[in-house]
């Protein structure tokens, strides 16, 4: 399966990008987030033995993770982060496995948040960028999470930096509030570029 690997920064538009492609040419799409949430979702080891190692306190009333106490912990206490990284990688890289034994589409999309961050170029055959500027970056975290311009800029200051990233890419598309038209318009083209390369690759 020929693995397309999106990344980008905080609020750059991943999710977005991505539902473009699923929506627009049927693209088998996985998130490495939703995977992440989905380990460590009510009654799984996961969410057992971080209540074990953080306390009941990482729980909401509901029984589900508290992500923004768990978030702000590990934000600060490299050692619980480092403990919390051991634990949910191999699941999360087991839950991607199991994910692109199921895909169909011509190619798939892994939307990698933190392909750079992680080095995890070799999980893919080619990296797509999602880019933009910072002040936009910043403004639509604040709408979207209710969060302050310190914590947004803290998170992005924690993220790769942009050159950094951009340095990986073999495609990019820039989403500073982009309009419908204009994002459907990039993701037809580089569509089109993955079937031609696709094609390329598939002896006749
Ligand atoms: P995260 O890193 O937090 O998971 P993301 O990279 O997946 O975020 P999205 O969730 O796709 O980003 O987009 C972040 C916010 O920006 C959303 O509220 C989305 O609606 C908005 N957004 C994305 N692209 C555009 C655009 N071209 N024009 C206007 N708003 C946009």
Do not use: C
């Not at 106490?69 to 619980?80: A, C, G, M, Q, V």
């Amino acid at each position: 399966m020929y693995i397309i690997g999106l990344t980008g920064g905080i609020s750059s538009g991943k999710t977005t990008v991505a539902n473009y492609f699923n929506q627009l040419f049927n693209i088998d799409i996985i998130d490495a987030d939703l995977i992440a949430r989905y380990v460590v979702r009510i009654g799984t080891p996961g969410l057992e033995a971080i209540a074990k190692y953080f306390g009941k306190k990482i729980l909401l009333s509901n029984g589900n993770l508290n992500r923004s106490l768990l978030r702000k912990i590990i934000f600060f206490n490299h050692e619980s982060k480092h403990w919390l990284n051991q634990l949910l990688h191999p699941m999360i890289l087991e839950g991607i496995r199991l994910e692109l034994e199921k895909a169909e589409s011509l190619y798939v999309l892994l939307v990698l948040p933190l392909l750079v961050e992680r080095s995890l170029q070799d999980m893919v055959d080619r990296i797509l960028v999602i880019d933009v500027d910072e002040q936009v970056q910043v403004k639509r975290t604040i709408q979207r999470d209710n969060i302050s311009e310190q914590e947004v800029r803290a998170i992005i200051f924690s993220q790769s930096d942009r050159k950094r990233r951009l340095s990986f890419a073999d495609d990019v598309i820039k989403n500073n509030n982009e309009s419908e038209k204009a994002l459907s318009y990039k993701i037809t083209a580089l569509h089109k570029k993955y079937l031609t390369i696709l094609k390329k690759q598939t002896p006749s």
